[in-house]
């Protein structure tokens, strides 16, 4: 099925550990976002690109950096984890960033769950 | 950054009843969108509202974008069990730059057979 592919489901990490989480898209989407969901807040947009080589930070930065490695991959990486980075990623891509018109949508992937002790 | 607060929390239904929950903000919206989330799976999104005063359906969805921009509303009718999940909305400010997408903190939808 086309859509938004995310790698790993599932990962455990220790304070201090690293890792990336990849993302890939399959509908020749030019932009892509990483969120992050917290129980009780709503999605909140880590970074982003808006088209193939070029990272913008979004409103949670911090303790993240991402790499658009092609038009169909966005990976985002956690350097050094912490306790605050548990918490469920959610990659999305568009058509375009500018999300104002009904033929562009977020098509979001099924999220991966990071839990750092 | 911009608030939204969106309410009910969480609600318990029985399967049949009609839903009503809503979203107020204290900036203006351009746009407003609801999206559902089924367990393990990202946001879909259900209803994509652009002008003020706005009424949109979609089924048994119905979407208001309201006449002061600052709240929406959405109403399921006739609820039935694979309504359940998480509805969220998202308010889209300034020139619509997905930067500018403020989400809800969700309402939890429980349907009761």
């Known amino acids: 099925n086309a859509g938004v592919t995310q790698t790993p489901k599932f990962q455990v990490l220790k304070t201090g550990q690293s890792m990336t989480l990849q993302c890939a898209q399959d509908?020749?989407?030019?932009?892509m976002y990483w969120y992050r969901q917290d129980p009780g807040m709503g999605l909140r947009l880590i970074y982003y690109?808006?088209?193939?080589?070029?990272?913008d930070k979004g409103e949670v930065p911090n303790g993240y950096n991402v790499s658009r490695l092609n038009k169909r991959e966005f990976s985002l990486r956690l350097e050094s984890a912490a306790p605050s980075q548990t918490s469920v990623y959610f990659c999305?891509?568009?058509?375009?960033?500018?999300?104002?018109?009904?033929?562009?949508?977020?098509?979001f992937g099924a999220g991966s769950r990071l839990t750092v002790l | 950054g911009q608030q939204l607060n969106q309410s009910p929390q969480s609600m318990f239904i029985q399967e049949g009843e009609d839903v009503s929950m809503n979203c107020t903000s204290s900036?203006?919206?351009?746009?407003w969108l609801w999206y559902k989330q089924d367990p393990g799976e990202g946001p879909v999104l259900l209803i994509a509202?652009?002008?003020?005063?706005e009424l949109t359906s979609n089924g048994r969805l119905t979407a208001q974008f309201g006449i002061t921009r600052k709240d929406s509303f959405l109403n399921i009718s006739a609820s039935i069990p694979s309504d359940v999940g998480i509805y969220f909305c998202?308010?889209?400010?300034?020139?619509?730059?997905?930067?500018?997408?403020?989400f809800g903190s969700g309402t939890q939808l429980t349907v009761l057979p």
């Open positions: 900036s203006i919206f351009n746009t």
């Open positions: 509908m020749n989407h030019n932009s």
């Open positions: 999305a891509s568009s058509e375009y960033v500018i999300l104002s018109s009904g033929a562009n949508v977020l098509t």
């Open positions: 509202l652009y002008k003020a005063g």
């Open positions: 690109s808006a088209s193939e080589g070029t990272t």
């Open positions: 998202a308010g889209l400010g300034g020139y619509g730059s997905a930067r500018q997408l403020t």
